[in-house]
């Protein structure tokens, strides 16, 4: 399993599919020549790799690092499976899209759809974590089925729509619309959210000792990854927030029989 | 029965204690105090001596402070064992659905540790007892670790999925002998106090000690244990096969289960010298040990080799 590192060279004129920089693709090639002849989609155009990143090794076992502004890149991560993949900066749509394990860390913010199925699939994240340093776009997690999701900073509209289960942790402002169509899943969000009495309950004050397995769970993780600057320090104080001084639990979305919890400090 | 140590002026017979493979796990009951941590643990553990009549032989292995365990609680930890796979996939489920998800505030957590690739062989907590939920279940996966969350009337009981089950010994013993109930009784508590300072341990009997002693058979069909002769002081003048001589009128036996042979054979040595070194006025006489002539069980535990 090699290791690789890529740095921006330029940044490109269009939007790109970013589909084939895949750490699971990438691990089996141990000539940088050849990652530079891997093919990106630049607009309507294919373009090699080489012309957009420098390449060269790295030391560590089964991780991909990216390093510059990547908000023009899309679908990053996708369909990852093991592994880290660790960028330095931020990224565009469809990041970690329909992920089923491993690690993705974002250092910057991320964009639209972080972890959502592309396309004309149906199922989202299914497996895995990823972690925002700053703040995400909308629907983050939109039909997610399992793993987590840390966002640090904000997040836009419709957090969780269509979740199905897994738990996303958003440790500041949402947007509007959360946990739209969600059938299961948790969402730990600051505050009370703006939601349609119709289709979410009144809240309700709860205790649960599944909060302090997260936070437990979560400082453990991030402690054993420190080096690798995975911290999700306002992510922690929130789940540890509730964990001690419990929490307000809504449920729904009714309209479609769900029973998701949003979560919210009291 | 003719060749001796001796420790603190009592015999301690060079024999061998014999005992079995078992199957074995751990679970972790945690709770908002330590009073329900204990009752849950209490409830879950009763009717759990031998394997003879319960199928089980679980006991408290020992108490856990907030930082040992899973989720900042106190807790306590079990350990149980029975002779088959099948057996534990039986009695850990219910015990646990009656015990310990009617307990107020109480969680329960598979106290092994996973190794990698997960062991295949399970023991369903969770997997169980979410049924319970009626629906209303909430199954959350935690890094690699699968709870599921069960509405009840204090707010949810939180549990694993399930816990691995492993490979133990059960039956490591030894008998104490003296002249009277007193004497005998206290160096067997005095044994038992300091076993349960031995991790990976227990002693499943009431107050870690049988009176009842059993041998292999019995004259009806029905029964594949049945009292031990040759421990039974009113049975020592008319039965051949007594190893009770003519002062000692008391025996009573500890019999420990444990995760591993080191464990056990720990547990014999730290029990035998408290119960030598107990404030019995010359009323403990003699320890031995419990065996089948070495047929039945493949871990033998000599008890001179161990006192070394």
Known sequence: ?266 | MDEFIQLNGIRINATFAEAFDMKATRLIITADDRQWATDAAAAMTGFGTSVIACGIEIAVERELAVDETPDGRPGVAILAFTVSGKEMEKQIPQRAGQCILTCPTTALFAGIEETTPKSDKRIPIGKSLRYFGDGNQISKMIGSRRYWRIPVMDGEFVCDHDVSRIDGIGGGNFILIGNNVKAVSTACRAAVQAIRTVDGVITPFPGGVTRSGSKVGSKYAALFASTNNAFCPTLRTMDPSSELTRDESVAMEIVIDGLSTAAIAHAMRVGIQAACDSQTDGGLLRITAGNYGGKLGRHHFHLAEILK
């Open chain 1, 1 to 266: 399993m090699n290791s690789w590192l890529l740095e921006l060279r330029q940044q490109p004129e269009h939007d790109v599919d970013a589909s084939a920089i895949s750490l699971r693709a990438l691990a089996q090639i141990g000539d940088p020549d050849q990652i530079k002849r891997l093919t990106l989609r630049c607009g309507q155009e294919p373009r090699p790799l080489g012309d957009l990143f420098s390449v060269s090794k790295l030391q560590s076992e089964n991780e991909l690092r990216l390093v510059g502004d990547l908000t023009r890149f899309h679908r990053l991560g996708i369909d990852h499976r093991s592994g880290r993949i660790t960028i330095q900066g931020s990224v565009g749509n469809y990041a970690g899209a329909m992920m089923s394990g491993g690690e993705i860390f974002i250092a910057g913010a991320a964009g639209d759809f972080l972890a959502a199925p592309v396309d004309a699939f149906r199922s989202g994240m299914s497996g895995g974590r990823i972690v925002v340093r700053d703040a995400a776009g909308d629907h983050v997690g939109h039909r997610m089925r399992r793993g987590e999701i840390f966002i640090e900073g904000a997040a836009g509209d419709f957090v969780g729509s269509h979740q199905i289960a897994g738990t996303i942790v958003v440790a500041a402002e949402i947007g509007k619309s959360i946990g739209y169509a969600m059938r299961r899943g948790t969402l730990i969000v600051t505050e009370p959210p703006d939601t349609s009495r119709t289709r979410f309950s009144e809240p309700i004050e709860a205790n649960s000792v599944i909060c302090p397995l997260l936070g437990r769970e979560t400082k453990a993780w991030a402690t054993k990854n420190r080096a690798l600057s995975f911290a999700c320090n306002n992510v922690l104080q929130l789940v540890d927030r509730i964990a001690v001084d419990g929490f307000q639990s809504i449920r729904g979305d009714f309209a479609v029989g769900g029973q998701g919890e949003i979560l919210f400090p009291r």
